[in-house]
């Protein structure tokens, strides 16, 4: 953790200077320092949409980076996710009133029969710091959960997590699921959790297997470009 200068006043720095700041502060996980910036940057005439891209989605992907890289680990990630919420709970309300673009929604949970969500919550926060919407069902989801919210959020996106052996095969029964209600092909589907791995991610049929939280980022990322055939 870097500690903030003592004589760095955030109004003080022009733009130029103050973004990148809001990079530092990001990647050490300096919530308060975040929601300054964030309201800096709206009292100089920022638009919510510039102010969530340039400082805080590009923040976040370089924590992604070094996260990726093993520079950064869980503790010091939740850290600056959480420095992005703060930022992200006062441009949310702004956004929506703007109708500013968003990358894709995705509906996000544990399977049915697992408690964990250590790596789940990370995914949630690193996909929300890249730009997409999330709708976090929690932990041990059956299939009713995903379907339902799948349907009533309009998501593009199915994100499931298990980190058992024993709950990893859950996973199958949803997407067989789907294929027998024929929305299979509605939805980008990415599992992710310990004992998973890309083979099994093809042989239940999901889009993409995502070894962490960053793989996850670029995944969706890739994937909703396909989807729209725009260039990722």
């Known amino acids: 953790m870097v500690e903030e200068d003592d004589d760095l006043i ?4 022009p733009d130029e200077e103050l973004v990148p700041q809001m990079h530092d502060d990001l990647y050490d996980g300096l919530a308060d320092e975040i929601t300054e ?14 102010i969530l891209t340039k400082a805080l989605v590009e923040g976040m992907r370089i924590v992604g980076i070094d996260f990726r890289d093993g520079i950064l680990f869980v503790p010091e990630v939740l850290l600056a996710a959480n420095a992005m919420k703060a930022g992200m709970s006062i441009l949310k309300p702004l956004l929506i009133e703007t109708g500013a673009p968003r990358l894709g929604k995705m509906v996000i949970g544990t399977v049915k029969g697992d408690i964990h969500d ?12 890249a730009g997409f919407e999330i709708v976090d069902l929690g932990i041990n989801n059956p299939v009713e959960n995903y379907l339902e919210a799948l349907e009533r959020e309009r998501a593009d996106i199915l994100g499931m997590s298990a980190l058992l052996t024993t709950t990893m095969p859950y996973m199958k029964v949803v997407i067989d699921t789907m294929k027998e209600k024929g929305v299979r092909d509605d939805y980008i589907i990415m599992v992710g959790g310990a004992p998973l791995n890309e083979e099994f991610g093809r042989a239940i049929g999901a889009d993409a297997y995502c070894r962490d939280a960053a793989v996850a980022v670029e995944m969706a990322k890739t994937l909703m470009a396909r989807r729209h055939n725009l260039p990722a």
Do not use: A, C, H, Q
């Open 118 to 129: 250590i790596g789940k919550n990370l995914v949630s926060m690193m996909m929300e710091g």
């Open 37 to 50: 910036g964030v309201n800096i940057l709206l009292e100089r005439g920022w638009t919510p949409y510039d």
């Open 10 to 13: 955030l109004s003080e720095l």
